[in-house]
């Protein structure tokens, strides 16, 4: 079945480093995919997506481009700040059948920035 | 626009007992999820709706779990009786359309369960 693997966490940056989640995937046919973002007491929030292969989700000063031929979707970010700590979901989007449009997440990647 | 909302936002029961969790979606979203996140781990689907019918209740374990969306809007997520292995956060989202695997989900504040 579909499925999504991503780095394991915590991941512990100073602020203004450089950051990259590993995200990659299974999955039959086209999904969609995402990056959620849960911060501390708050629920998942859409961070980017892309929906195609090449296409490249960004928000926030974050990046991720679908990758067909690595089955990958890595999260970067070129400068991270503290309000950047929360925890990161890659997931993907069912495309056909009776599960389309579910979402498959990844375990999550706890980041935490210190100033 | 108001969110997804949710209650209780947490709940303790003792096991064997039974709990029942709300959610009210965006105005206007056909579709709405329930999903279960343990903690540590990523949320998984339980259940999806489109308007008022099930479209999707492979994964919820129908032994113990009901859920129900009369008029398409509110749903509930009911589990009788608990077990400690239900002991989660509950999460419900809704997006806009079902027809596309593009489509954006909200997800509420969650209701985070502890069976004891």
């Known amino acids: 079945g579909n499925s999504v693997t991503q780095m394991e966490g915590p991941v512990t940056l100073s602020e203004e480093a450089f950051l990259t989640i590993n995200c990659t995937y299974t999955a039959t046919g086209y999904p969609s995919l995402f990056w959620y973002v849960q911060y501390p007491g708050e629920g998942l929030q859409l961070l980017l997506k892309?929906?195609?292969?090449?296409d490249k989700g960004s928000n926030k000063g974050f990046e991720a481009t679908y990758r067909k031929e690595t089955t990958s979707f890595h999260l970067e970010k070129g400068s991270v700040q503290v309000s950047d700590s929360a925890v990161y979901f890659c997931?993907?989007?069912?495309?056909?059948?009776?599960?389309?449009?579910?979402?498959?997440f990844g375990k999550g990647t706890k980041l935490s920035v210190k100033p | 626009e108001a969110g997804v909302a949710q209650s209780p936002r947490y709940k303790i029961i003792e096991k064997r007992q039974s709990v029942a969790f709300w959610c009210n979606p965006i105005?206007?979203?056909?579709?709405l999820y329930w999903y279960q996140q343990i903690l540590g781990q990523g949320p998984k689907l339980l259940i999806q709706?489109?308007?008022?019918?099930?479209?999707?209740d492979s994964q919820l374990p129908k032994d113990r779990f009901s859920a129900e969306r009369l008029k398409g809007v509110d749903s509930t997520l009911k589990i009788q009786p608990a077990k400690l292995e239900d002991s989660a956060v509950y999460l419900c989202?809704?997006?806009?359309?079902?027809?596309?695997?593009?489509?954006?989900?909200?997800f509420g504040p969650g209701t985070r369960l502890t069976v004891l």
């Open positions: 709706f489109q308007n008022n019918g099930v479209v999707d």
């Open positions: 997931a993907l989007s069912e495309s056909y059948g009776g599960s389309q449009g579910n979402l498959i």
């Open positions: 892309a929906t195609k292969a090449d």
């Open positions: 105005s206007g979203h056909a579709t």
């Open positions: 989202a809704s997006s806009f359309r079902r027809t596309l695997s593009t489509d954006t989900q909200y």
